[in-house]
C-alpha cells in the first residue's frame, strides 16, 4: 500500500472515531424525558418509601467504574434537599430487572416524582445541571 493511501486511511478512521465520541459525549449524562411509568414502595429492590418531592434511583453494578462517583454525586443532592430520596439499586446478579426497565449502561438514573411516576431518565453519569433543572422543575409543582 502506498504511504499517501495509507495515510488517508488513518486520518479517515480517526475522522469517524472522533466524531462517534463527539456524539456519545454529547448524549451521555443528559435527561431524557421518561415514559410515564409508574414506581409504587416495593415494586424496586430497595424502594420503601418516595421522597416528599421526588426520588433518585441509581442503578449499577459491582464493575462500574463511574458508578461510585455518580452514587456520591446524588447524595450530596439529596442531603442537601430533606424531600428528596436516594435509593442505589444493584443490577450485577439482576439481569432480568435491568432487561425489563431497558437499562443498557450504568450508571442509569431515574428521577421519580412524589407519586413514583418516572419523570425522567439519565444514561451514564448525570450532568448536575441537567439534574438540578429536573429537580428544580418538579419543586415547583405545588403539593396538593
Do not use: K, N, W
Amino acid at each position: 500500500m502506498e504511504p499517501l493511501a495509507a495515510l488517508s486511511i488513518t486520518a479517515a478512521v480517526l475522522a469517524v472515531a472522533a466524531a462517534i465520541a463527539i456524539v456519545l459525549r454529547s448524549t451521555t449524562g443528559r435527561a431524557r424525558p421518561g415514559d410515564d411509568s409508574s414506581f409504587a414502595p416495593g415494586q424496586l429492590p430497595g424502594l420503601d418509601v418516595l421522597g416528599r418531592t421526588a426520588t433518585l434511583v441509581q442503578f449499577s453494578t459491582e464493575f462500574c467504574s463511574s458508578c461510585p462517583a455518580t452514587r456520591r454525586l446524588l447524595q450530596r443532592i439529596t442531603s442537601d434537599r430533606e424531600e428528596l430520596t436516594y435509593l442505589d439499586v444493584d443490577l450485577t446478579h439482576d439481569a432480568e430487572l435491568a432487561s425489563r426497565l431497558r437499562i443498557l449502561q450504568t450508571p442509569t438514573v431515574f428521577v421519580l416524582d412524589r407519586r413514583g411516576r418516572l419523570v425522567s431518565r439519565i444514561g451514564g453519569s448525570p450532568r448536575l445541571d441537567a439534574l438540578t433543572d429536573v429537580l428544580d422543575g418538579l419543586s415547583s409543582i405545588p403539593v396538593r
